[in-house]
C-alpha cells in the first residue's frame, strides 16, 4: 500500500492476479476492515470487466482493433482511477482507493 504522496491522507492499494483469485472478495474485505476503522474507502471496478460486459469478443477482432482496444481500455481505467483519487483528495477522512487490477494489468496482455 503506498500514500499518493508524503503529505496526503490517501492511500492506494492496487489488487491483481488471475481470473477467480479472489481480488474482488479481498476488495469487499479490506473495505469493510478499513471501514471499520473510520476511513473513507473507494473501490475502483475493474475496467476490463466494465467493457468486456459490453459485448466484446476478443475472437472477434482483428489483431490491430485488440491492439487498439487496449489502449482504449487503459486510457478509460487511468481516467477511472483518476476520478477516484481525486474524490479521496478532497475528503476530511484517511481514504484508501482499492483498485480491482490497475494499470499494469494492462501492459500484460500487449506484445512486446
Known sequence: M???DNKSN???LVLTGGPCGGKTTGQARLCTFFE????????VPETANILLSG???????????????????????????????D???????K?????DRGAMDASAYIAR
Open 55 to 85: 459485448g466484446v469478443k476478443f475472437a472477434d477482432l482483428s489483431p490491430e482493433m485488440a491492439k487498439e482496444f487496449q489502449s482504449n481500455l487503459l486510457k478509460t481505467m487511468l481516467q477511472i482511477e483518476d476520478t477516484f483519487f
Open 36 to 43: 471499520n476503522l473510520g476511513w473513507k474507502v473507494y473501490r
Open 87 to 93: 474524490l479521496a483528495k478532497k475528503s476530511n477522512k
Open 2 to 4: 503506498a500514500s499518493i
Open 10 to 12: 490517501v492511500w492506494r
Open 95 to 99: 481514504c484508501l482507493v482499492i483498485c
